[in-house]
């Protein structure tokens, strides 16, 4: 009898892509409503309410790139092209507008936007590609991941609803 090591037993399971938002669970169904909602004033500091619901904030990182105690709302502001959050919104907007995915690692369920990141292969067809690119930041867009693809940026909420990350690929 062969035993899982710790690698495989953490290893990802990711369902196909999902577009049904019926199909969250509430708790992820209600922030994702929150930071639309937030989106939907234009103004970055809106988002601040979805992300204090948080017991901690978002990540908005992968590497540690800004300081704990840096307030989030300047982070998004810098990761902005702009400088001002509009093109933070407008990421935010597009990932959840595409399908997601549902991703189980150990005990934790994760509902990842856009599903694309975690689909091989390119885009079904024009319509695709152009979704794709909406949620790359203009300053990725010169960049490709290890696959050669655009460095989307994602959203992670864990079936809890609390809000993990909102990063590019690195």
């Not at 369902?15 to 994702?32: C, E, M, N, Q, T």
């Not at 409503?33 to 990540?59: F, H, M, Q, S, Y």
């Amino acid at each position: 009898m062969s035993r899982k090591s710790n690698a495989d037993a953490l290893a990802d399971v990711v369902s196909p892509p999902i577009g049904d938002l019926a199909l969250l669970p509430a708790p992820v169904a209600k922030i994702r409503d929150k930071i639309l909602a937030a989106c939907e004033t234009g103004d970055v500091e809106a988002l601040r309410i979805p992300i204090d619901w948080n017991e901690t904030r978002p990540l908005f990182a992968r590497s540690g790139a800004f300081k704990a105690g840096t307030d989030p709302i300047e982070i998004l502001k810098a990761l902005s092209f702009d400088r001002k959050g509009r093109e933070t919104i407008s990421l935010i907007r597009a990932i959840f507008a595409q399908p997601y995915v549902k991703i189980m690692r150990g005990p934790t369920t994760l509902y990842e936007w856009p599903a694309f990141t975690r689909q091989p292969g390119p885009p079904a067809n024009d319509r695709d590609a152009v979704a794709r690119w909406r949620c790359v930041r203009f300053g990725d867009l010169s960049r490709a991941n290890a696959e050669g693809k655009p460095r989307a940026t994602r959203i992670g909420i864990a079936s809890d609803g609390v809000w993990h990350y909102f990063w590019s690929e690195d």
